[in-house]
């Protein structure tokens, strides 16, 4: 699996990684990301291009690539690359996995970071005393107020 940035296409290092590894004759799967930043008519042309840079750059193993948009905060590709996974791994075998790694991660308490999350532990410790050494008067949340 190939992650490129699919508002500047295939780098110098992705041809570099796929020259590499497509001479193992393996399959690649490459997700061309931040498709949320596109417009639908522009997400089919980002893909198509890196599409057509693959083809440029490998003629011989085209085939071997399988380009999906994807976008993680948007959810879009998430279905198709789940689809080409299970076709390369086998439906039980891509099932198995999927279920190990929903199960690894409902017992793990870290979470990704998400934007805010930085001002929330702020306020949290602004709530419990620790604001620069000022001491907090009355109220909880984000609405406490410093003392004077």
């Known amino acids: 699996m190939l992650v490129v940035d699919a508002r500047h296409g295939l780098g110098d290092l992705d041809r570099a990684l796929l020259s590499g590894y497509l001479t193992s004759s393996r399959p690649v799967l490459l997700l061309a990301t931040k498709m949320d930043k596109f417009a639908a008519s522009a997400q089919r042309a980002a893909a198509r291009a890196i599409e057509r840079d693959v083809a440029a750059a490998f003629p011989v193993s085209v085939a071997q690539v399988a380009v999906v948009p994807f976008s993680a905060t948007r959810r879009i590709g998430i279905e198709t690359a789940e689809a080409v996974l299970a076709a390369w791994l086998g439906e039980s075998a891509f099932d198995a996995l999927r279920s190990a790694f929903r199960t690894r991660m409902a017992r793990t308490k870290k979470r990704p970071r998400v934007q805010g999350e930085w001002r929330e532990a702020r306020n949290t410790l602004d709530r419990i005393g620790h604001n620069r ?16």
Do not use: D, K, V
């Open 133 to 148: 050494g000022r001491p907090l008067r009355e109220g909880s949340g984000r609405r406490c107020r410093l003392a004077e």
